[in-house]
Antibody
Framework: QVQLVESGGGVVQPGGSLRLSCAASGFRFSDSDMHWVRQAPGKGLEWVAFIQFGERLKHYTDSVKGRFSISRDNSKNTLYLQVSSLRPDDSAVYYC??????????????WGHGNLVIVSS | EIVMTQSPATLSVSPGERATLSCRASQSVSSNLAWYQQHPGQPPRLLIYGASTRATGIPARFSGSGSGTEFSLTINSLQSEDFAVYYCQQYDNWPPYTFGQGTKLEIK
């Protein structure tokens, strides 16, 4: 079955950096588009970033452009999110998400259990 | 950016009854809409995509309808495990993908 296991979160000071990882199994990772979606405490869902299966195409929500970088290693079945210049409003549970494609876009069919990032001094 | 608006914010319904949740898009998203269910402390789960297609393993009591800017999620014969927060998400015009703010379905 599909499994997405995130790691790398924690408490970081404003301006700091982290690298979130997501180990994927149970499906053909190298053929799958992937995303990061976050949820601030007690709030709704916010899409953060997308990476195409071949890594050729990437997209970000405006608030993280220039600060976050999504990448993947298909040989290790692992998705990454490098988060830098962190701000308190980046505090959230970050979900690794596998998507399904229904033209013209993606729905999110499998979610990891999430990884909490707290930005605080 | 397409803004998704869900109503009501909270819906109180008795077990065994029917619940209808609404989602409105700020512009047409055709049928490119998904619904998710989230229990406290759990990740979201895909229920519906294409506005009306149930995801794998989703019970038939869940149904989605609508197109353009108006959508609804109907849950018939509410079970205890159905009380949760529900989100809609558009994938017609991206990036960004956008979600509604959620509807909390609570036991009456």
């Amino acid at each position: 079955q599909v499994q997405l296991v995130e790691s790398g979160g924690g408490v970081v000071q404003p301006g700091g950096s982290l690298r979130l990882s997501c180990a994927a199994s149970g499906f053909r990772f190298s053929d799958s588009d992937m995303h990061w979606v976050r949820q601030a405490p007690g709030k709704g869902l916010e899409w953060v970033a997308f990476i195409q299966f071949g890594e050729r195409l990437k997209h970000y929500t405006d608030s993280v452009k220039g600060r976050f970088s999504i990448s993947r290693d298909n040989s290790k079945n692992t998705l990454y999110l490098q988060v830098s210049s962190l701000r308190p409003d980046d505090s959230a549970v970050y979900y690794c998400v596998k998507s399904g494609w229904t033209a013209p876009g993606h729905h999110f069919d499998y979610w990891g259990h999430g990884n909490l990032v707290i930005v605080s001094s | 950016e397409i803004v998704m608006t869900q109503s009501p914010a909270t819906l109180s319904v008795s077990p065994g009854e029917r619940a209808t949740l609404s989602c409105r898009a700020s512009q047409s998203v055709s049928s490119n809409l998904a619904w998710y269910q989230q229990h406290p402390g759990q990740p979201p789960r895909l229920l519906i995509y294409g506005a009306s297609t149930r995801a794998t393993g989703i019970p038939a009591r869940f149904s989605g309808s609508g197109s353009g800017t108006e959508f609804s999620l109907t849950i018939n014969s509410l079970q205890s495990e159905d009380f949760a927060v529900y989100y809609c998400q558009q994938y017609d015009n991206w990036p960004p993908y956008t979600f509604g703010q959620g509807t909390k379905l609570e036991i009456k």
